[in-house]
């Protein structure tokens, strides 16, 4: 499926997300009402913009 955050998939950070929200998910500590494309990409884009912002 398509989505905004194509540019961050299979980097080490998306793997690291999408590996703590399993574990969250698998613990039931939470649950996703959102495709985990989008919760994943979503914060690897806020990580990857306050890196940007704190570079510069």
Request: hydrophobic share 40%; proline share 3%.
């Given at each position: 499926?398509?989505?905004p955050y194509k540019q961050?998939?299979?980097?080490?950070?998306?793997?690291i997300i999408?590996?703590?929200i399993e574990d969250?998910?698998?613990n039931n500590?939470?649950?996703e009402k959102t495709q985990?494309?989008?919760?994943?990409?979503y914060i690897s884009k806020l990580?990857?913009?306050s890196?940007?912002?704190r570079d510069s």
């Open positions: 499926m398509s989505h961050f998939e299979n980097t080490p950070l998306w793997n999408n590996k703590a969250l998910v698998d500590d939470i649950e985990r494309e989008y919760i994943v990409g990580i990857n913009d890196n940007t912002v």
